[in-house]
């Protein structure tokens, strides 16, 4: 059987639409509710930054 992305892929890139699209398409396709990202990057801030653009493209707000 194949991976969750797109032809088995296991990394999933683009813009942050992309991604999000992508995103939803998997939790479709197993039915979840939730997923779990990681971002595997050495410089921190690139990290968080990706991780700002993934909660924006998800329309996501910080908890309190």
Do not use: K
């Not at 997923?35 to 707000?61: G, I, K, N, P, W």
């Amino acid at each position: 059987p194949r991976g969750p992305g797109i032809d088995g892929a296991r990394v999933i890139a683009g813009d942050p639409g992309e991604v999000r699209d992508e995103l939803h398409r998997i939790a479709g396709r197993y039915r979840v509710d939730e997923v779990l990202v990681v971002t595997v990057v050495h410089d921190f801030a690139a990290r968080l930054r990706s991780h700002e653009l993934l909660a924006e493209a998800m329309h996501l707000s910080p908890r309190d």
